[in-house]
């Protein structure tokens, strides 16, 4: 009996076990599949948010302060179409990250899954705002008849609105994936396939940039270029001399057009010894009434055919003014006699209507050229020939132009180094930036203005003048230090601006205020106190109200130098162009490991960005028939640039394949200059950024006239950081995806707590 009544409890048991286990089994089932039900609603949700983003939904308004609630106790079905009981979604959305347009922008949408028990399930999305900056290449019209050649390649994403054409044998190189919306034509070597059938995506509109203009207003950050034409300033020379001379620097007959330059500067306020975001700013330059851009670009005739020196000639004035010799001195170098010593080495410049000047070339033989090298007596007293103009010979011009790339070159007008021919003095060495005539006025430097010693060196960086001026620096010239020496021009005095019957100086051009806070007190030994008003600080501290844009209402305008910090430059006139007339670079090479998205620049144009077909980017003559480089070979520019209604490329690309470019006047066989073993008439266009366009356009032609493309990425175009406020494509793509504790976001006041959270800074 008892072992009967043990067997059939132990049989109870195992029942009862039995039972217990199947039942568990079921609610663990019923609990998993409660959780997946969660999950799904929660994932739909999500699905639902970002199809209604990705389609442009304009019923959609993300808010920057708050969340926008997409779904509200919304139900769901599942694939059989069946309504999923007692769950209930929602659905909210908000811009997160950086909501001020510097960094990387998202949009993050948060699902709740609930029943009447409580939130069960939280899921979260963020969608990366996809930039134009991101593209290495981006074109609106790819006009038939164009391609990418072998030899040409693209390191980074890019997109056409029509086609792609390449051609040649292998044909070009594509390093990233390019996309087409309609087909490929042509060959190619493509890393990824190439996709065609893409989606069209719309190039942003002035109408869609409307709020970059307040932006760069609001940080004093907006300004409007001179455009006007005005009559031109002719000099009527006397004492024997029978020409004229005229002061405009007009490359042709007609009214001169004045313009506006804006540089970038780097200014280490604090002289910490490190250049921060904070130190960087922009200076603006206007040329004045009866001058010409042709002074600001740096505008020479193309080669020596056809080209006449005469004092007459309207770009012979900027020639002799803006063209010299660029000379290293170490430090504690003086001239001689007693005299400031430079606490480091330095480099000064000499432009051409002052080298037959005895001081002049003194000083000239004291350094040495930038490159290496020294002069000696025999090279300059080649320098002090003067013709029966009284103005330096051809053989002048010649012999100091033809020194090499970088110690002969020429500067645009307002630069500092042009301080010999921009910076006139009164008889006490005092420097006079009026326009009177009938008054005695000296270069700076000049003996007869008593300039002693002390005064005697050429431009440096650091040799601003707010408001310069120019003359005719007609006449004599001194071979010792006695003055009128046997062998002297004794009609005029050397280094004097004339007046006897001719109009001294005039306004050559002056550089705008900051019209904002006073910059702190910057040493001198970082920057002349004279200087500092006129800089323009782009960034916190010194700038408050910054978004990082600045706004030229009209153009053209005319940019160049070296930037720091992210930076958008507008202009916002659909029909005018952003012309870059030298090189535009960051502080630090953007490639570089530790520079890495240190900088980051955009330029938006409304027509055009181009870089300038002057003396400074292209080869010109020195009107002796010897074609040089007065700036640099190749074109360099570190930047993410946009023409919103034109094109992104070379001054003079609508004469490509035509008659009104040759060989004759863009040589390309002297100097022989190539880009990736390619002849080129103007060298490469080294640009580290992108190329966004309404139009694709050539940069060269089938002459080898023009510019050859060298793009690369910057790294930073990887990442999810971009030039302030750069426009979006209006794509959204998957960033990051998570499960959030429901704990957190339970109630309304912890989901906006929760997207508080999300955000960024509200100021750079």
């Known amino acids: ?77 599942d694939a059989n179409a069946v309504t999923i009981p ?65 030899g040409e390649f693209i390191k980074g994403r890019a997109h056409s609105n029509q086609g792609w054409g390449s051609s040649g044998s292998p044909g070009p190189q594509y390093f990233d994936t390019v996309s087409a919306h309609t087909t490929f034509s042509g060959t190619g070597q493509f890393t990824y396939p190439p996709i065609a059938g893409a989606a069209l995506i719309p190039m942003p509109t002035i109408a869609k940039l409307a709020a970059l203009t307040g932006y760069a207003s609001g940080a004093n950050l907006q300004f409007t270029p001179v455009t006007a034409t005005s009559a031109s300033n002719p000099v009527t020379q006397t004492n024997g001399m029978t020409a004229s001379i005229n002061l ?24 910490n010894g490190v250049l921060d975001q904070a130190d960087g700013m922009v200076m603006i330059f206007d040329v004045a009434d009866g001058i010409d851009t042709s002074s600001l670009r740096v505008d020479l005739p193309r080669g020596a055919s056809g080209v006449t020196w005469t004092n007459a000639s309207p770009s012979a004035i900027v020639m002799l003014n803006q063209c010299g010799l660029l000379m290293h001195y170490a430090a504690g170098q003086i001239p001689a006699g007693t005299g400031p ?34 002069l000696v007596a025999t090279d300059t007293t ?132 900051w019209a ?87 330029i938006i144009a409304g027509q055009n960005v181009l870089a300038a077909d002057n003396a400074l980017n292209r080869p010109r003559g020195d009107y002796s028939g010897t074609i040089r480089w007065f700036g640099f070979p190749d074109f360099k520019l570190h930047a993410v640039t946009m023409a919103l209604n034109g094109t992104v490329g070379v001054e003079d690309w609508s004469a490509l394949n035509s008659n009104s470019l040759n060989t004759g006047n863009a040589p390309i066989t002297s100097p022989a200059t190539t880009c990736n073993g390619n002849n080129v008439s103007g060298g490469c266009i080294n640009q580290t950024g992108g190329v966004i366009e309404q139009t694709i356009t050539a940069t060269y032609d089938g002459s080898s006239i023009g510019m050859r493309e060298n793009r690369t990425v910057d790294p930073c175009q990887k990442t999810n950081s971009r030039p302030p406020f750069f426009p979006a494509t209006g794509r959204y793509l998957d960033n990051k995806y998570y499960e959030i504790d429901p704990t957190l976001v339970a109630t309304a006041a912890q989901v906006r707590t929760f997207f508080q959270s999300l955000r960024g800074h509200t100021v750079p």
Not at 98 to 108: L, R
Not at 441 to 456: D, F, H, M, N, V
């Open 86 to 150: 007692r769950i209930l979604v929602n659905l909210y959305g908000a811009n997160t990250g950086d909501t001020v347009g510097i960094y990387g922008q998202f949009i993050t949408l948060l699902a709740q899954a609930y029943d009447s028990g409580g939130t069960r399930m939280v899921r979260r999305l963020d969608l990366t705002a996809e930039s134009f900056s991101r593209f290495a290449m981006f074109t609106n019209t790819f006009a038939s008849g164009l391609a990418y050649g072998t």
């Open 341 to 374: 010593t430079f606490a480091s080495a330095h480099n000064e410049f000499f432009p051409i209507a002052r080298v037959h000047e005895y001081w002049v070339r003194q000083r000239l033989m004291l350094g040495t050229l930038v490159t290496g090298g020294s």
């Open 382 to 513: 080649a320098m002090e020939a003067l013709g029966t103009d009284s103005l330096p010979t051809l053989g002048v011009v010649n012999n100091v132009m033809s020194h090499g790339v970088g110690n002969s070159r020429c500067f645009p007008a307002g630069s500092p180094l042009l301080m010999l021919t921009e910076r006139h003095t009164k008889a006490a060495c005092v420097i006079d930036s009026t326009t009177t005539t009938g008054t005695s006025l000296w270069g700076w430097g000049a003996t007869g203005g008593s300039c002693g010693p002390t005064k005697r060196y050429g431009g440096m960086d650091s040799t601003f003048t707010a408001n310069v001026t120019r003359c005719a620096f007609i006449g004599g010239h001194y071979k010792t230090t006695t003055p009128h020496a046997a062998g002297d021009d004794t009609s005029v005095v050397a280094g004097k601006c004339p007046t006897a019957g001719i109009t001294g100086q005039v306004k050559l051009g002056s550089w705008r205020l």
């Open 516 to 602: 904002g806070a006073a910059l702190p007190t910057i040493p001198t030994s970082v920057i002349q106190p004279v200087e500092a008003p006129f800089l323009w600080p782009l960034f916190v501290p010194y700038n408050m109200n910054t978004k990082g844009v600045i706004n030229a209402t009209t153009g053209p305008v005319y940019v160049s130098d070296t930037l720091r910090g992210y930076v958008t430059f507008y202009e916002s006139n659909a029909a005018k162009d952003i012309v870059i007339i030298d090189d535009l670079v960051y502080d630090q090479d953007p490639t570089a490991s530790t520079a890495l998205c240190r900088n980051f620049l955009g």
């Open 248 to 271: 405009s620097g007009e490359m042709v007959t007609a009214k001169p057009t004045r313009g506006t330059r804006v540089s970038f500067k780097t200014v280490d306020v604090n002289n």
């Open 1 to 77: 009996m008892i072992l009967v009544l043990i067997m059939t409890l132990s049989l109870a048991g195992l029942a009862m076990s039995a039972i217990y286990l199947s039942s568990s089994a079921g609610l663990l089932s019923r609990y998993y599949d409660r959780e997946r039900n969660y999950r799904y609603a929660a994932e739909a949700a999500i699905a639902l948010g970002k199809s209604r983003i990705q389609a442009g939904d304009t019923s959609l308004h993300m808010l920057d302060t708050g969340a926008m609630a997409l779904l509200t106790a919304a139900s769901l079905k």
